[in-house]
């Protein structure tokens, strides 16, 4: 861990005092401000504590500290990875799936990750928070559609907001009968702990609906003692949690360093959830890896760890057409055609174990 950021006390924003603190080089100077000028930076001081500067390969820097192979953009990249803006039918409002919306209320976050499939309409001058006007109508939209059942507070991060704003938006939805979830994701738990206070973690609590709230970390070493502290008052209110993680190239992108994540969110009492395939956020292919190694992956982890350490791997299909689980299939089609007798013959299913090793179900009698 670096002594030189023990001391930090406010977040880094300028390519310059990362540079200032060797968080990066000051030949890579030139071309960070051109990725700074595109895409917000922002490293708490909880999370650049973390970093070792000497380090050239640190799993936290790689989420936070800008790199020069941003300015690279491939072709398949879309400002709108997972096409938001297809789905949105009034300012702040996605409503993709029939049972539930996301509302986006903030344009802002603790931090800026560098994968952020938002990149582009998060960070400072990118949008500013709902006006009231907006914001009564994102409320109106929600009330006019019974089949809402849940309503995701996303971004930017909810919890950039004010205990005492996210209370009264908490009371404002939890006043719609249908709505009976409100799930909150945010990455404040372990960007900037502090910011879950008693205030905060009350804000949480409502009221008519059910709170959820869904942590985004993508390395064990997120979870320090004061972000365990954080989540556990959340939990400890009666809030449950999930985790939603992305798969990242350099961070998380082997077995122990997920089987480590994995195993650290659910001793957290968090229920890993997602994890995210890399999205198509331009200026993101350094940090991707490829869908074949994503299931490797959670094919190895399935052989390590419980269920309970399980998350869904996830893509978002671009477009807008939402979520599907790409995870390594175990079961193979249980009819075989012969071409000799033609007909299908095999009438039991294969079914693959944890190590690779193949069954037939129902086995032989
Ligand atoms: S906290 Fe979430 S919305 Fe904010 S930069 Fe990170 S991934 Fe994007």
Redesign the pocket.
């Known amino acids: 861990m670096s002594k030189m950021n023990f001391n930090l006390t406010t977040t880094l924003r300028e390519p310059t005092e990362l540079v200032a603190r060797g968080l990066a080089a000051v030949a890579d100077l030139p071309d960070l401000e051109k990725v700074a000028a595109r895409y917000?930076v922002?490293v708490t001081p909880d999370m650049a504590a973390l970093i070792d500067p000497d380090d050239p390969d640190d799993p936290i820097a790689r989420q936070f500290i800008p790199s020069v192979q941003e300015l690279v953009r491939e072709p398949s990249e879309d400002p709108d990875p997972i096409g938001d803006h297809a789905h949105s039918p009034v300012a702040g409002i996605v409503h993709r799936y029939p049972d539930r919306v996301l509302f986006k209320l903030v344009h802002?976050?603790?931090?800026?990750?560098r994968?952020?499939?938002?990149?582009e309409m998060?960070?400072p001058g990118k949008g500013t928070a709902l006006s009231q006007g907006a914001y009564d109508n994102a409320l109106a939209y929600i009330r006019a559609h019974s089949e809402i059942w849940e309503v995701i507070l996303?971004?930017?991060?909810p919890l950039m907001l004010s205990p005492r704003r996210l209370a009264e938006i908490m009371a404002d939805i939890a006043t719609i009968d249908h709505v009976r979830i409100i799930r909150i994701?945010?990455?404040?738990p372990v960007?900037d702990p502090a910011r879950i206070s008693a205030e905060m973690i009350a804000a949480l609590k409502v009221g008519g609906a059910t709170t959820w709230v869904a942590l985004?970390a993508n390395h064990a070493r997120e979870l320090t003692d004061r972000a365990r502290a954080a989540c556990a008052g959340i939990i400890d209110a009666g809030i449950p949690m999930v985790s939603q993680s992305?798969l990242l190239r350099g961070v998380n992108d082997n077995a122990a360093a997920l089987e480590a994540l994995m195993r650290a969110l659910v001793e957290c009492r968090i229920k890993p959830y997602y994890l995210h395939h890399g999205d198509l956020a331009p200026g993101t292919s350094h940090l991707r890896t490829t869908l074949e190694q994503g299931q490797e992956l959670m094919r190895v982890l399935r052989g390590r760890v419980s269920g309970l350490c399980q998350p869904d791997y996830v893509l978002d299909i671009p477009g807008g057409h939402g979520k599907a689980p790409v995870g390594p299939n175990y079961l193979a089609p249980r009819n075989s055609f012969s071409r000799e007798r033609g007909q299908f013959e095999e009438t039991r299913y294969r079914v693959a174990d944890y190590c690779g090793d193949v069954h037939l179900y129902p086995p032989q009698p």
């Open positions: 917000a922002a802002v976050c603790a931090v800026y990750c994968f952020c499939f938002r990149r998060v960070g996303t971004g930017g991060d994701h945010t990455r404040v960007a985004h992305v």
